[in-house]
Nanobody, 122 residues
């Protein structure tokens, strides 16, 4: 099982920046796509940004031009740089990764981080 350890959440004023990190911990596994989701109170969890193992990225429309997802394959870490934050970005942010045992072609499994709170005040 892959464990995801998140860091970097916090409270900022509108217009500020935060950088989230998520490291995949474990052995004998390979990583597929990695992504960030968020869930605001009373709302469903939504995909914020995703990056494939080939480096292709996609973003929800509301964060395009403000957020950047990247990954360090060697460190098995995914980052989310969040700039020009808005109060509507306030949510718990969750890291997600696809993984499978090295040397197999089994379907990817999903692992989730514990979530990190991001609060943006106006």
């Amino acid at each position: 099982q892959v464990q995801l350890v998140e860091s970097g959440g916090g409270s900022v004023q509108a217009g500020g920046s935060l950088r989230l990190s998520c490291a995949a911990i474990g052995s004998t596994f390979s990583i597929g796509a990695m992504g960030w989701y968020r869930q605001a109170p009373g709302k469903q969890r939504e995909l914020v940004a995703r990056i494939t193992d080939g480096g292709n990225t996609n973003y929800v429309d509301s964060v395009k031009g403000r957020f950047t997802i990247s990954r360090d394959i060697a460190k098995r870490t995914v980052y989310l740089q969040m700039n020009t934050l808005k109060p509507e970005d306030t949510a718990v942010y969750y890291c997600n990764t696809q993984w499978r045992v090295i040397g197999t072609q089994s379907p990817y499994a999903d692992s989730w981080g514990q979530g990190t709170q991001v609060t943006v005040s106006s």
